[in-house]
């Protein structure tokens, strides 16, 4: 069992930045791939950036140049850095890991993109 506890979501104006991080504990000698998702409501979760246990990253075409996925193995611990945030990427993020084939969510955490 992995559980995973995100943070660092909030209000920021547009242009601004925010950091998210994903805090696993558990099993975590098992995490593999890790990524970031976002769900607004009444729609489908949508992945935003995924990072390999080897370091490779993918992007969401809508978030490329702005986000950057990093993971500290070390600390069991998965960033996303959000800069110059727009209106549109006003969501609740949610962070999952791929551990022993199962795949863990996270609670989720609000980001709101508002002037």
């Known amino acids: 069992q992995v559980q995973l506890v995100e943070s660092g979501g909030g209000l920021v104006q547009p242009g601004g930045s925010l950091r998210l991080s994903c805090a696993a504990s558990g099993s975590v000698f098992s995490i593999g791939a890790m990524g970031w998702y976002r769900q607004a409501p009444g729609k489908p979760r949508e992945l935003v950036a995924s990072?390999?246990?080897?370091?490779?990253?993918t992007y969401a075409d809508s978030v490329k140049g702005r986000f950057t996925i990093s993971r500290d193995n070390a600390k069991n611990t998965m960033y996303l850095q959000m800069n110059n945030l727009k209106s549109e990427d006003t969501d609740v993020y949610y962070c999952?890991?791929?551990?022993?084939?199962?795949?863990?969510w996270g609670q989720g955490t609000q980001v709101t993109v508002n002037s």
């Open positions: 990072i390999t246990n080897f370091g490779t990253t």
């Open positions: 999952k890991v791929i551990a022993t084939g199962k795949q863990y």
